[in-house]
């Protein structure tokens, strides 16, 4: 088993739905990032959580960290927002990552 | 400071060949985290440093794999006699240490091994 699962995998919608993704981990951890990564390659941390919630525009991050789960929403989604989204929890100094998210969302 | 800075961002090489990979990170970041990343997959933890120690490599990296930090800031990657596996992105990332804060990622450098 993954120490970090993601779900969906593959998630397709339309401009304006709102989006969620999931992320649960096995492993104890200080902090989870949420990642954005475009074709081409580059990553960008979205968000860096260690308990509760977190808000940058259209995106809202939750973690439990008792459940060792988290949610990335987009609310309102656009095509600009088409990327692969990665969960990456922060264990003994270094980021474990998941296999990631690839949002397509269509006008 | 323009971030975490890769180079070259491209590389294409012949089996066999060595090939050298270079990140500068950011200035005031004394960790410094190399990663690899295959076709739709997450990335691969490979190797990390605080300041010029090399503190853990992945049993992912082989004996064909070298990281250096010579004096702290930069580091360099090599990958000797090169072979089609090895063919990835290889993303390095810096952080400050003992804390979570303030990772940044580079572009990466995609190796291709034909």
């Known amino acids: 088993k993954n120490e970090v699962e993601q779900s969906p995998q593959n998630l397709t919608a339309q401009e304006g739905e709102f989006i969620t993704i999931n992320c649960s981990y096995s492993?104890?951890?200080?902090?989870l990032h949420w990642l954005q990564q475009h074709p081409g390659g580059g990553i960008v941390s979205l968000f860096m959580?260690?308990?509760g919630k977190k808000k940058h525009g259209r995106l809202i991050a939750t973690i439990n960290i008792q459940e060792k789960h988290s949610s990335l929403h987009i609310t309102a989604s656009h095509p600009r927002d088409s990327a692969v989204y990665i969960c990456?929890?922060?264990?003994?100094?270094?980021?474990?990552f998941g296999t990631g998210t690839r949002l397509q969302v269509f006008p | 400071d323009t971030g975490v800075s890769q180079n070259p961002r491209h590389k294409i090489t012949k089996r066999g060949q060595n090939v050298t990979f270079r990140c500068d990170p950011i200035?005031?970041?004394?960790?410094l985290y190399w990663y690899r990343q295959t076709l739709g997959q997450g990335p691969e933890f490979l190797t990390y440093?605080?300041?010029?120690?090399?503190?853990?490599k992945s049993r992912l990296l082989s004996d064909r794999f070298s990281a250096e930090r010579p004096k702290g800031s930069f580091s360099t990657l090599e990958i000797q006699r090169t072979e089609q596996g090895d063919s990835a992105m290889y993303l390095c990332?810096?952080?400050?240490?003992?804390?979570?804060?303030?990772?940044?990622f580079g572009s990466g450098t995609r190796l291709t091994v034909v």
């Open positions: 440093f605080q300041n010029e120690a090399q503190l853990e």
């Open positions: 200035s005031e970041h004394n960790r």
């Open positions: 990332a810096s952080s400050l240490e003992m804390t979570a804060y303030g990772y940044t």
């Open positions: 959580l260690s308990s």
């Open positions: 492993v104890g951890i200080s902090a």
């Open positions: 990456a929890p922060y264990n003994t100094d270094k980021l474990i």
